[in-house]
């Protein structure tokens, strides 16, 4: 099961930061944090995974809480490219359990 | 990152029949997966392939209305048995690659499955 809460949906304005927040309160020592988006019609790209320390690449940065217990994907320049739906998962291995993710809209 | 097709993209079938998806992958990997995306949902892991072995199910997911192929290191197929308009769905295949000092899933493009 999903161990992961988001927001069901978002806006954003065209050029600012977006900012996707995800709990995940009941994470575990040994297990990551990744992010997914899925534009319409496709398969889930990847983004970015973290475990404890931020994460920076060249499409987002990974925000997690010292406890580790919730974590903040941040777009800095958001697109119209970006409206997708993001999708926060913790695992450990694998198996990925998605939750429903997080509707980001990129308003012009 | 590991390139990934599925076949085919999209079918329309008949209630009772079955539909087999294949999923072929530009590299070898150890691990596939199987996943269901509904109308307006997330995606649900329905099995976990290994080469050489039997596939693993999620709970909800018995290998009689989805068995599941894994010859070889490239390819995998997963067959949507005596279907009914509740399998209308992506089926979608990912594997798992060890990239940047962790293991990472890379996604195929789905297979959108209407049932009639």
């Known amino acids: 099961d999903a161990k992961t809460t988001q927001p069901p949906s978002m806006d954003c304005a065209e050029g600012r930061a977006a900012n996707l927040p995800c709990n995940h309160s009941?994470?575990?020592?040994?297990?990551?944090v990744y992010w997914y988006r899925q534009i319409h019609s496709q398969g889930p790209q990847y983004i970015i995974h973290?475990?404890?320390n931020n994460e920076t690449n060249e499409m987002a940065s990974l925000i997690i809480t010292e406890d580790r217990k919730s974590s903040t994907l941040i777009l800095p320049h958001a697109t119209l490219r970006d409206t997708a739906v993001y999708y926060c998962?913790?695992?450990?291995?694998?198996?990925?359990?998605f939750g429903t993710g997080t509707s980001l809209t990129v308003i012009p | 990152s590991a390139v990934i097709s599925q076949k085919p993209s999209r079918d329309i079938c008949q209630r009772g029949t079955s539909l087999t998806i294949q999923c072929q992958v530009d590299?070898?990997?150890?691990?596939m997966f199987w996943y269901r995306q509904q109308p307006g949902q997330s995606l649900t892991l329905i099995a976990t392939?290994?080469?050489?072995?039997?596939?693993?199910?999620e709970s909800g997911f018995v290998i009689d209305k989805f068995p599941i192929s894994r010859p070889n290191l490239t390819f995998s197929t997963l067959t949507v048995s005596n279907m009914s308009p509740e399998d209308s769905s992506i089926y979608l295949c990912?594997?798992?690659?060890?990239?940047?000092?962790?293991?990472?899933?890379?996604f195929g493009p789905g297979t959108r499955l209407t049932v009639l």
């Open positions: 392939a290994n080469q050489g072995s039997e596939a693993t199910y």
């Open positions: 590299s070898q990997v150890t691990m």
């Open positions: 998962i913790v695992s450990s291995g694998n198996q990925f359990y």
């Open positions: 990912s594997v798992e690659e060890f990239a940047q000092g962790q293991d990472e899933q890379f």
């Open positions: 973290g475990l404890k």
């Open positions: 009941t994470i575990s020592g040994n297990e990551y």
